[in-house]
């Protein structure tokens, strides 16, 4: 796939359902009694790897012709220990959220992917897991393929969070389900909470203490889950691509619908607000408990700015086209304390220096920060841009495409079936220069 110089992006677009909430309800309506309806679930390569694996711990999980995913639950305690590993391809947050699953079951489950998420790191996820009586394996004491095996008898704990991920502290939250007694996560650092969320909707007997910048998470274990129908609402993460191709492309207005806005999800709206962007959030309403809007958006001279450590959480998975705005820019935008990129399906952090570098833009960096002097003349293009089987660095290099000289083109367009499998058929409806090899 590649992409050529665009402008006058117009139109209305809807974005896929969003992709953290897609995986968790397909595990808690697994884990429910009764059939839940989830109307707009996410059908990416990552979501079908949940669905796969929760099907052979005895789910069933069915798509009708319109579209709408019927889950038949087998309750709490009722999974059934897999006959083969389990294949979870690239996507980690199905495999982590699933380790937390199995913990607290007293079934052995050996979780394998593909290459890259063969090399990602696993055992901070499952070093906490340990205090519920489980114990595992690793290659190398850190990366998949990974033997768990759960705990006979679950040991509720506390815990607080060293390091800002949903993910360890969900996949905490997903084994004190079937653990008697109340397990504690501490979350200090506003990580997304779509799993709360949804627990709370499930009729999970948990609670939520505020306690100045910290939040205390309360799950009462051994309670069944009711079945429930719900709406998944577009992603932001996916939605942001399009956003920030119309903010940098001239001449253009669209309008994104249907989107999520959740207060440990918004920081890239908030850092584009501050760029400058022109964005309108309109047509408020509640959906599956969340604030969902349209946003309009409109070609903006975008100026620079500096991206704090604490947004982070807020915004993990946006920094990659995050920089590529920046990269439009008027000034230097720093965004700092940007570690956790080196742990995500590429090296996010290389990643944006080499598409950037590759661009002709200047950049530097220092420890965990990078720095970009953005210009608002037209980027230079004309290479093919390694993906290392990484979507948002994907998408991201075909955005800068659509501002630069020359095309360009990315080594592997099948990885952005990972998170937004029509992304060609969205941005083509608007307008953008995105073609097919």
Do not use: W
């Not at 897991?129 to 394996?137: D, P, Q, V």
């Not at 949903?166 to 007694?181: D, F, H, R, V, Y």
């Amino acid at each position: 796939m590649k992409s050529i110089s665009s402008k006058k992006l117009k139109g209305n677009i809807l974005i896929p359902g969003d992709k953290s909430i897609s995986h968790r309800v397909v595990i808690l309506s697994a884990l429910s009694i009764g059939k839940s309806k989830i109307t707009g679930l996410l059908e990416s390569d990552d979501v079908i790897k949940t669905i796969e694996a929760m099907k052979k711990f005895g789910a069933e999980i069915k798509f009708k012709n319109n579209g709408i995913c019927h889950i038949n639950g087998i309750g709490l305690g009722g999974i059934s220990e897999p006959k083969k590993p389990l294949d979870f391809g690239n996507s980690g947050t199905s495999a982590r959220l699933i380790m937390g699953l199995v913990s607290t079951h007293q079934i052995t489950t050996i979780f394998t992917g593909d290459d890259s998420l063969s090399n990602r790191p696993m055992k901070r996820v499952l070093k906490p897991l340990e205090n519920f009586g489980s114990n595992f394996s690793l290659r190398d004491n850190n990366y998949l393929p990974a033997i768990v095996k759960g705990s006979k008898l679950p040991i509720p704990f506390n815990f607080e969070l060293k390091e800002p991920s949903a993910q360890i502290k969900s996949a905490i939250l997903l084994g004190a389900l079937n653990t008697p007694g109340i397990t504690k996560v501490i979350d200090k650092f506003n990580t997304r909470d779509h799993t709360e969320r949804l627990l709370e909707l499930y009729g999970a007997d948990i609670k939520i203490n505020k306690k100045g910048s910290k939040k205390e998470i309360l799950v009462n274990g051994i309670n069944d889950l009711k079945a429930i129908d719900l709406d998944v609402p577009g992603d932001p993460s996916s939605a942001i691509f399009p956003i920030i191709a119309a903010l940098i492309c001239a001449d253009s207005d669209i309008l994104v619908k249907n989107i999520l806005i959740n207060p440990t999800r918004d920081g890239a709206f908030r850092v584009l607000k501050e760029m400058g962007a022109k964005l309108d959030f309109v047509n408020h309403r509640i959906l599956s408990g969340e604030d969902v809007y349209d946003i309009r958006v409109r070609s903006s001279k975008l100026k620079a700015t500096i991206i704090p450590k604490n947004l982070a959480p807020t915004m993990i998975d946006d920094y990659p086209i995050i920089a590529v705005a920046a990269s439009n820019a008027k000034g230097k935008t720093i965004m700092k304390g940007l570690s956790e990129l080196r742990h995500k399906e590429s090296n996010r952090f290389k990643g944006i220096l080499d598409l950037l570098i590759s661009s002709g833009v200047k950049v530097e960096f220092k420890k965990d920060d990078i720095i970009i002097f953005g210009n608002t003349n037209v980027k230079l293009g004309g290479f093919a841009f390694t993906t290392n089987l990484d979507h948002r660095m994907a998408m991201s290099a075909l955005i800068m495409g659509m501002v630069s000289k020359k095309e360009i083109k990315i080594d592997n367009s099948d990885t952005i079936n990972t998170s937004f499998p029509n992304f060609y058929n969205v941005m083509s409806k608007i307008g953008a220069k995105v073609m097919r090899d």
